[in-house]
Structure formats: C-alpha cells, structure tokens
C-alpha cells in the first residue's frame, strides 16, 4: 500500500507484485484532516482487502510523519516517490515537472533513479494554491478552468506571480470586463512562465512528462508545452504518482527484506 498525504489531497494506492495496481482512493482533502484514513478506508474497500492484508505499507507526502504511529511500516521523501511513480507510468521519462496544492518540484530521471531536482515549496505561486485562488476568485470550479482557457483567442497579461497581487489584478480584469476564458488563459500562461523557467535553470528536457493534481489542468499543460517547446506526456492517474511511486518503493523494500 502506498499513501501520499499531500497539502491538499490524500492518494492512496494497492500494488499488486510491484506491477499491477489493484485499487486507488483519493480524497480532496489532505495533510491534517481525516483525508489519510478515509483515503485508506476507501482503497480498502476498492481491494476488498483489510488493512492486515497489506503486505507492506509506505506513506509519503507533506503529512506523512502522521502516519508513523501504527499504519505506515516506514516514510519516504516526496521526491523519491514521485521520481518512482513518474518512471512507473512513463518508463522512458527524463524530466518530471510535479505541480501539486503547495509545491512545484522539476526531476531529472535516468533509468528510473533522479539525477537532479528543484523544488519550490516556499511560495504559492506556479502552485495548485494559486490555481484554487483564481479559479474561485473567477467563480469557475477548478476542473473547468483548463478547458475555458482554451476557448481564449486573446490571453490576458497577468503580470503579478504573486497570488496576492495576482488575485487584485485578476479582480480588476474582471471589473474591466476581461472575458473569463482570457483572463483563465492568462492565469496558466503565468503559471507555465514561472514553472517553465524553473525547469529550464537545470536544464534541456528529453522526454517529458507532469504530474500532479495540476495536471490534470489542460490549459496549464498545453501552456507549458508552449513555454518549454516541446510536447508533455500526462497520465490520467498523474495526482497519484506519488502514491504509485511509494507502492513501488514498498513492494522493493519487501522483496529487499526476503532476500
Ligand atoms: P498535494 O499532493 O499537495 O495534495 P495534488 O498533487 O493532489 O497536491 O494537487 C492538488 C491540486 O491539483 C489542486 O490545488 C488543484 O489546483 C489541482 N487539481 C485537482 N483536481 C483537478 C482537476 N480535476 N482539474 C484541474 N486541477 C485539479
């Protein structure tokens, strides 16, 4: 069993002989909160399994430590597990760009191992945060803003990364009538210029892939694909990586401990 217990969701995920995934739960709320036990609840339920049955499990994300007392056999860093998950859905992946609620992590992956990374967790800005922000400020729910932005033929300039700022500035777009699709596609164009320029400092990308909650976002994708210049690769269960990359490390830990 593999758990992220991330800043803004609980992805829980059952792996079955290091390949197979049996069954995935993931509930909209995260570190914190009852999020992590329903989460586990439900994947469970989904496996028609109980807790015992689980061979090993291995927790990961910003509130792991939470689950050190009895339900995790051990925790590991976010980044091993996204690089493990990421080269699970993308085998040949050298770049991973991981936009989750709260941070922005780049890896370079060589044969499944990271190589290098950069992380920002100090600031909401080119997060999910800054997302949620607008799309409420916009009153779009967070799953429509992809596809509304791509309805945009003139983007708005959104020149404030900081969300405080760029939340006033969106206000007052809305006020000037800015139609919502532009100022939509504006939002992810500054989130793209932010997260691409962090991408780019350690260096060219070869095969792409991003995940994350923030890319299941189509217009931050397609923005993205844009400011880096070449095409990303999302998988549908993309804000799960860091659950399947933790299930993985679990299977290898087990199978380490038999030898
Ligand atoms: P964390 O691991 O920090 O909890 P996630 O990787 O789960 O974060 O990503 C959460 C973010 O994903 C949210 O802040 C939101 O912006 C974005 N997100 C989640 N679901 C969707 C969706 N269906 N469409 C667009 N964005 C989404």
């Known amino acids: ?68 007392d009895g339900i995790a056999d051990k925790q590991m860093s976010e980044l091993s597990c996204h690089a493990k998950g990421a080269t699970f859905l993308f085998p040949n992946v050298h770049t991973v760009i991981d936009i989750g609620g709260q941070d922005v992590k780049v890896l370079h992956i060589d044969n499944g191992a990271m190589t290098n990374f950069q992380m920002n967790d100090k600031c909401a800005a080119g997060t999910g ?19 509304l932005s791509e309805t945009s033929e003139h983007p708005a300039t959104i020149s404030n990364t900081c969300t405080v700022f760029a ?30 320029g962090m991408a780019l400092r350690l260096g060219r990308p070869g095969c792409m892939a991003m995940s994350g909650g923030v890319a299941l976002n189509t217009g931050v994708v397609r923005a993205m694909e844009r400011e880096m210049g070449c095409p990303i690769l999302v998988d549908p269960l993309c804000q799960s990586a860091g659950a399947i990359g933790a299930a993985v490390l679990a299977y290898e830990k087990l199978s380490k401990s038999k030898e």
């Open 129 to 147: 945060r800054f997302l949620d922000v607008m799309a409420r400020v916009l009153n779009v729910p967070i799953e429509q803003l992809g596809p």
């Open 1 to 68: 069993l593999g758990i992220d217990v991330g800043s803004t969701a609980s992805k829980c995920i059952v792996l079955k002989d290091g390949k197979e995934i049996v069954a995935k739960s993931l509930i909209d709320v995260g570190a914190g909160t009852s999020g992590p036990q329903r989460a586990i609840e439900a994947v469970l339920n989904e496996a028609g399994m109980k807790k015992e049955d689980m061979a090993y499990t291995l927790a990961t994300g910003y509130g792991r430590t939470s689950l050190m």
């Open 167 to 196: 939340e006033s500035e969106v206000i007052s777009q809305l006020s000037a009538k800015v139609p919502l699709a532009d100022i939509a596609a504006g939002i992810h164009n500054s989130v793209a210029k932010r997260v691409a």
